[in-house]
Structures are given as structure tokens and as C-alpha cells.
């Protein structure tokens, strides 16, 4: 007769582990003040929400960019509000560390091995389409990838009419889909109006700018938290005439810590400054920095696709002083 039950002895290696101190910690980017607070770990479901504009995707990629360069990472990425065009411009920026548009305009060569070694751990969903989350997850089990994002969750099609049980089976779903194949899931969610008006109180030091969310602030409400392993919260004042390039990225959730990471306290968020859109810097450090100059690991040019040739005008939110040409 079949066992459908565990018992603790079934759990002895992984509790010698964590007797010994063997236990693996997820990875970091080699930044201290970062990697106290957020380890990649495979398998895991990560939810992240913040208001709109703020660079919530912006992070996410570059967050993928530090796992591609530094640990090899490979991702898949579904994001149903950036064309694939400009995600791979932001990709290729954070890459290289230099702007595309500035940069590159005669380095041929060097613009197609770069594009050649981004595509070799990027790959895309277009968003031609609409899916429902079965069918992201439908795509992604077709091929492995260490991490997989869904940008925004609210973006999925519906597909029964309770909504908010549906919502907690698609996340428990996304949960079991990264655990089984070992990839480290994120989604990216909009905010309930009310979170739109909540701002810094009278004589605040940030009086009547917008205040970062809740976890609760999420559309749909507090079981994303819930069903999460991780939560983060990524903001940015972006009307503040001195902090308008500062990420803050608010740890709310970490659910094992034991593996690594903690949460942040509540006035104390990471601090991601944003430089010439093509660089963050957590305490003056760069993660990438040391990255740069390493020699492609493919040599041979690919043209560009029909795909790249034909992306509509990519949507980028941008400072009202900078000369972006898009």
C-alpha cells in the first residue's frame, strides 16, 4: 500500500544540515548590504508590487542581469506592458553598463556579440496575445529556465468567475511549478487605487510625495503575501527633485531565513541609485562593475531578427531632463 505520509526521521538529512550549519544559502551579487536581505534560491515564488512608473520591471531585469553575469543564470521572461524591444535595450544597458542609443552607434561588432551573449540567457514571450497563467506556465514547462517572470500578474486572463479563488489556485500553482522544476519564480503586480493616495504626512521630511505600498496595497488583495515565499516592495519618488533616480526595494516577506536573507526595516530599504539608465549602485558599489570587460564567450555575429526590426515605439519612463530617444 502506498505511503501518503512523511515523517521527521523522512527529514534527517536536510535537519543534520541544519544541526551541522551545512545548510546551502541562496545566492548573492556581492554586495553586502543587498545580500543581507535577498538571496536568489531556486524554486522559490516571489511576488513583487509597487506603484506604477517606479521601475519595478527595471529592477527585476537588472536583478536577472546580476544572476546571468555573476552565476549564469538563464531566464524566461512574459511581460505584457514592455515590448520585447525595450526590455532587451534595458537588459543590454545593464549588461554592458553603457547606453545602446550613446555608446554603440559605430561599435558594430561589439553590438552583436553583446545582443549574442544576452540571447544565450534571455529568451521572451511576446506579448502579441493574451494568456492565462496556465498558459505561461504551459510555455515555461516547455524548456528550463533558472528563473521565470510573469509582469503583471494582473495582466492574465481570467478564466472562472471567482476571481479570488482563482487567484490564490494560479499562485499555489506558480508555487508548485517552481519547486517542481526547480525554477525561481517572480510576479510583478499593480496596487489598488486607495494605495495611489496615500502619501508622506505634513512636516514628513517627504511631505506629499508617494509613499511606498503595503503588501496588502496589492490588487487582490493580501493573499499574494500569503501564498508567497518572498516579498518585496520596489518604489521610487519619482516627482522628488533629489531622490527621483533612488530605487528603494522594501523586503517585506522572507519566508526561510535559515537559507539566507531577511527583511528590511521599515525605514531602512535597500537603496538602488539609478545611474544614466544603464547602472544601480547599492552603497557606492556596482555589482557589475567587474563584469564588463570579460571576453564574449561567443564570438560569432547574429543578425537581427525581423522581431527587433518591427517592435512598435518601446514605453519608458524616463526623467524630464534626460534625452532618451524613444
Known sequence: MENYYSKPFHELQGLDEIRLGKVDTGLGIGVEAFDNHIKWKQGQFNMVNGHDNVGKTDVLLWYFVCMSKLHGKKHLIYSSENTVRSQVFKIFNFWTGRRLDKDYTIDDKGFQHTLNEISDYFEFIPNNKRYTAYDILDLASKKHHDGLLVDPFNSLMVETSNKHQEDYDICANLRIFGEQNN??????????????????????????????????????????????????????????????????????????????????PRDKPIELRWVNHCAYFINNENPLEKTYDKEAEQLDLIPKTKEHETMSKMSYGVHEEDDLPF
Open 183 to 264: 525554477t525561481n519564480v517572480f510576479v510583478n503586480a499593480h496596487l489598488v487605487t486607495q494605495a495611489a493616495r496615500n502619501r508622506y504626512p505634513k512636516d514628513h521630511i517627504y511631505e506629499g510625495h508617494l509613499s511606498a505600498p503595503e503588501k496588502a496595497d496589492t490588487e487582490g488583495g493580501q493573499k499574494f503575501a500569503n501564498r508567497a515565499d518572498d516579498f518585496w516592495t520596489i518604489h521610487r519618488m519619482t516627482q522628488h527633485s533629489e531622490r527621483w533616480n533612488i530605487g528603494e526595494l522594501h523586503v517585506r516577506k522572507v519566508k526561510e531565513t535559515i537559507t539566507g536573507g531577511c527583511v528590511t
